[in-house]
């Protein structure tokens, strides 16, 4: 856009999107640095209210992309928040397909750190899932996991914002009991277990296999117990019986093909001239729901296509110049 969102965000480009609005790397003229921005319009009840939840939650934690800040223009609102630059789990899991279950074992235990402090704080997440949980670009080291988007987060005890009977979150990490009773801290432990299982399989919630040779599956079936009472009582329970498991160093190195997190998102220079950017005005209808779409991701098969075909152009010039020198 011509001018700062607000008179502060100036948006560069769209991110990602979904149903709860678009997702921009801004830069932040009021704390000078580039920040995540998400905007959405002020068209639905719901959605304002989810919007002011949001921005309510105030969990500072390394495990956790929570909201810093907010501004709004004419119909549009906006929640400003780290930007976190290697993409998700999501894009991880595309990238290089089941992990080993020592790298496996950290993520799991980052996202149960995350979400102790959003318990503590009376929160409930309610969309655990590969895509909600982001990676800061830590190449083949140990990672960083952040658990991000609180769009259908509720405060325990807090009026619901659907009826009873209707599942908020995504299909295969909806704990049972979510639809008929109020949201508990358990409800997320659910959804760790399925987001664990499917981290060292790759398959989808609904072709998880029964059965696995990973010392991890027994926890992670435990985690995603249909009876909430089976399930440890809290996320540090569930990192007490995890902590066995936790590897020292980074033995995932020593694969033939380590996991690999990519930095994937490149910083323009902080004067570079913004994206032209044209909102969507407001509806009145409701906002439309699906999976939030990532950026294209660049994966270990493209760089190596990348580095063999330098490689060729190298060996061809080397051998005109020697045809050159020689003849």
Do not use: C
């Not at 998700?88 to 799991?108: F, I, K, Q, R, W």
């Amino acid at each position: 856009m011509s001018h700062p969102f607000a008179g502060r965000y100036d948006l560069h480009e769209q991110i990602g999107s979904g149903g709860m609005g678009a997702v921009w790397r801004a830069w932040d003229r009021k704390h000078e640095q580039w920040v995540a921005v998400k905007v959405l319009t002020q068209s639905e009840a719901g959605t304002l209210l989810r919007f002011v939840r949001e921005q309510s939650l105030r969990v500072q934690h390394p495990h956790v992309v929570a909201p810093q800040g907010w501004a709004a223009d004419d119909e549009h609102i906006a929640l400003s928040m780290d930007l976190v630059r290697g993409g998700s789990l999501e894009t991880l899991l595309g990238d290089h397909g089941p992990l080993p279950e020592s790298y496996v074992a950290v993520l799991v235990d980052q996202v149960l750190q995350g979400l102790s402090a959003i318990h503590e704080a009376g929160v409930v997440h309610r969309d655990i899932k590969p895509a909600n949980i982001l990676l800061e670009p830590t190449g083949s080291a140990r990672p960083l996991a952040r658990v991000s988007d609180f769009g259908v987060a509720t405060r325990v005890g807090e009026p619901r914002l659907t009826q009873r009977g209707h599942n908020v979150g995504t299909r295969g990490y909806v704990a049972p009991e979510a639809a008929d009773a109020d949201p508990a801290p358990t409800a997320d432990l659910y959804a760790v277990g399925v987001l664990g299982r499917r981290l060292l399989t790759a398959a989808d919630p609904d072709q998880l296999p029964a059965q696995h040779p990973s010392q991890l599956w027994h926890l992670l079936q435990r985690l995603s117990a249909p009876d909430p009472q089976q399930r440890p009582a809290s996320a540090a329970d569930a990192r007490a019986l995890l902590a066995p498991y936790l590897p020292g160093g980074e033995p995932w190195v020593g694969d033939a093909e380590p996991p690999y997190v990519f930095e994937q998102l490149t910083a323009p220079a902080p004067r570079a001239t913004p994206t032209q950017v044209v909102l969507p005005r407001a509806t009145t209808g409701p906002v439309p729901t699906g999976a939030p779409q990532e950026r294209p991701r660049f994966s270990r098969d493209r760089l190596r296509v990348l580095m063999a075909a330098s490689l060729v152009l190298a060996a061809i010039l080397l051998v005109i110049v020697l045809v050159l020198v020689l003849g």
